[in-house]
């Protein structure tokens, strides 16, 4: 028995002719000439050192080694087949797992409707999300631990691809009490002599710096008297009354209590979500994740989920 020179098209050959029980008719499902078939199936009974059909002038039937075959050549094809199927789709970005980072303020932007739609179209995709500080995403994207991510004014990154998908301005928030609370906006200059709580520079030195230098074009430094890892904290303790907070205008989709957002006169200054992945990254599902990213971003809805 020499099996070391058994090919799938030996298997389709033999699954047609089994299943038609006719040589001319399997020939003319497979598109290929009637002697040529007929050899070939010779050649696999050859090959396995037994006889797969019985052929007489009036018909063709299976014996029982052909029998077993078929079955097993059933499952074989279909194996194969999904086997090819599934490389294909992981080639496709279709399939297989990906890690997403995102920051907090992200999630008040269009990102959600973009995840929403990405787990429709690649439903076979195990989408994996995790919520980081930008400075602590950055450290699991170059490392490897995340795959892509959503920052804010990261900056350039050694090792990184970072792109903004959505651009807005800052916004200034008080408590309802203060006295700048009835103002429809603000110059940056009104906050000068106010306490206020920012998220700490560990948490994004870009983006904190940004921020400061808003305050600092304005003739000053923040006076910075608590800080809070979260948006929805910072935005609370203001309704507090324990300061005042520049933040992007994303966080007004908040709506704490007590706490209301102003627009700044200040049109220089504005802070981005960005989109981020390994500068040398080729893999289909990053790619295709990002390219719809930029799609969804791209339709002027960043501040609408």
């Known amino acids: 028995m020499d099996l070391s020179s058994i090919e799938l098209r030996h298997l389709r050959y033999f699954v047609a002719v089994a299943e038609e029980l006719h040589f001319g008719r399997a020939a003319q499902r497979l598109h290929i000439a009637q002697p040529p078939l007929s050899q ?17 002038s009036r018909e063709v039937r299976l014996t029982a080694a052909g029998e077993e075959l078929l079955e097993r050549s059933r499952q074989t094809l279909r194996k194969i087949g999904d086997d090819c199927t599934a490389a294909l789709r992981i080639g496709r970005g279709e399939a297989g797992v990906l890690r997403v980072g995102f920051i907090g303020s992200g999630m008040l932007t269009a990102l959600p409707r973009m995840l ?9 995709v195990d989408l994996q999300l995790r919520e980081f500080s930008t400075s602590g995403l950055v450290q699991e994207l170059r490392n490897g631990t995340v795959d892509v991510g959503f920052l804010r004014d990261a900056g350039p990154v050694e ?16 408590a309802k009490r203060h006295r700048l609370a009835e103002q429809k906006s603000i110059s940056p200059r009104s906050l000068r002599d106010e306490p206020f709580v920012l998220f700490s520079r560990s948490y994004g030195d870009v983006a904190w710096r940004r921020t400061v230098a808003l305050c600092e074009a304005h003739g000053y430094l923040p006076n910075v008297v608590q800080e809070a890892p979260q948006w929805l904290t910072i935005l609370s303790l203001v309704g507090a009354g324990l300061g005042v907070t520049i933040a992007p205008a994303c966080v007004e989709r908040l709506r704490v209590a007590n706490t209301v957002c102003l627009r700044l006169r200040e049109k220089h200054h504005s802070t981005s979500l960005e989109l981020a992945y390994r500068d040398t990254e080729k893999r289909p599902i990053v790619l295709a994740f990002a390219a719809l990213a930029r799609e969804i971003f791209k339709k002027g809805i960043g501040g609408r989920g």
């Open 40 to 56: 070939q199936i010779r050649r696999l009974e050859e090959m396995l050192g037994c006889t797969l059909f019985l052929r007489t």
């Open 116 to 124: 929403g739609r990405y787990r429709r179209l690649y439903p076979e």
């Open 159 to 174: 090792e990184l691809h970072i792109e903004p998908v959505f651009t807005e301005p800052f916004v200034a928030a008080v």
